[in-house]
């Protein structure tokens, strides 16, 4: 027996938040029967589920590392008619869904599942699974700022947790550096917000790394399939992350 919402989610239907979203608002029956109410367990091989009316079925799970290109909304849809990621795996029978996001303008290493529970894993704030960006910024950055976005900077939704920043590039020909910074948060636009509180904005943003994977090798716009290793490493990667923490929290650090 599982949690009705494990069940929708690694059945493809969409993230746990969501399908946990979909139950509160009535959308799914078990049995004939609306259930409204989270944590109600189930058992997906005898009982009959529906959402909107329609069975669910379990899928065989997909996991992909996506180069996304500048441009393109990391959505299922968007009311603007902007370019979506999903149109990118018209091939893929198994509806996946984006892990986490990446901005319109920004570019690079996206991850795609319809495995709700794997989703949630690299998504949860306690486990702080690392990200990497390239980021090029207008001017050059003291190395005292570059300070500041390692210690933790002031944002309007609180201070950032340390990061790990170097220079990459030094363009004074053009007035911008070029900046690897890694982050253990998934707030929206952080990587921007912070180099606009050190007043030297994103002109270009890419993500080159999530937790062990690299983007290395994957064209602008095309996608693999991860490997079974891959998977169970980035697994490994968020429990050990989250591990770390809650023991930080037990030492009160």
């Given at each position: 027996?599982?949690?009705?919402?494990?069940?929708?989610?690694?059945?493809?239907?969409?993230?746990?938040r969501?399908?946990?979203?979909?139950?509160t608002?009535?959308?799914?029956?078990?049995?004939?029967?609306?259930?409204?109410?989270?944590?109600?367990?189930?058992?997906?091989?005898?009982?009959?589920?529906?959402?909107?009316?329609?069975?669910?079925?379990?899928?065989?799970?997909?996991?992909?590392?996506?180069?996304?290109?500048?441009?393109v909304?990391?959505?299922?849809?968007?009311?603007?008619?902007?370019?979506?990621?999903?149109?990118?795996?018209?091939?893929?029978?198994?509806?996946?869904?984006?892990?986490?996001?990446?901005?319109?303008?920004?570019?690079?290493?996206?991850?795609?599942?319809?495995?709700?529970?794997?989703a949630?894993?690299?998504?949860?704030?306690?486990?702080h699974?690392?990200?990497?960006?390239?980021?090029?910024?207008?001017?050059?950055?003291?190395?005292?700022?570059?300070?500041?976005?390692?210690?933790g900077?002031?944002?309007?939704?609180?201070?950032?947790?340390?990061?790990?920043?170097?220079?990459?590039?030094?363009?004074?020909?053009?007035?911008?550096?070029?900046?690897?910074?890694?982050?253990?948060?998934?707030?929206?636009?952080?990587?921007?917000?912070?180099?606009?509180?050190?007043?030297?904005?994103?002109?270009?943003?890419?993500?080159?790394?999530?937790?062990?994977?690299?983007?290395?090798?994957?064209?602008?716009?095309?996608?693999?399939?991860?490997?079974?290793?891959?998977?169970?490493?980035?697994?490994?990667?968020?429990?050990?992350?989250?591990?770390?923490?809650?023991?930080?929290?037990?030492?009160?650090?």
């Amino acid at each position: 027996m599982d949690r009705l919402q494990k069940v929708l989610a690694e059945a493809g239907v969409a993230s746990r938040r969501k399908c946990e979203e979909l139950i509160t608002a009535g959308r799914v029956e078990v049995n004939d029967k609306v259930v409204t109410t989270l944590g109600v367990k189930v058992d997906p091989s005898q009982d009959f589920i529906k959402v909107d009316g329609k069975p669910i079925r379990r899928q065989s799970k997909v996991y992909v590392i996506f180069n996304k290109p500048k441009g393109v909304i990391t959505s299922a849809q968007d009311p603007e008619g902007r370019k979506t990621v999903t149109e990118f795996f018209k091939n893929i029978k198994q509806r996946i869904y984006p892990i986490g996001r990446l901005d319109y303008d920004t570019e690079g290493l996206l991850l795609l599942t319809n495995d709700g529970e794997f989703a949630h894993l690299l998504t949860h704030p306690k486990h702080h699974v690392p990200r990497t960006y390239l980021a090029t910024v207008k001017g050059v950055p003291h190395g005292s700022l570059l300070d500041k976005l390692k210690n933790g900077i002031e944002l309007e939704d609180g201070m950032t947790a340390p990061a790990e920043v170097e220079y990459q590039d030094v363009r004074p020909e053009n007035n911008e550096a070029v900046v690897k910074i890694t982050i253990y948060e998934g707030r929206n636009r952080q990587v921007r917000r912070m180099f606009d509180a050190i007043h030297h904005p994103v002109i270009k943003l890419k993500r080159i790394q999530f937790g062990p994977l690299q983007l290395s090798g994957i064209p602008r716009g095309k996608f693999r399939h991860l490997t079974p290793q891959e998977v169970n490493e980035l697994r490994q990667e968020a429990l050990k992350a989250g591990e770390s923490k809650s023991h930080k929290i037990q030492k009160g650090e």
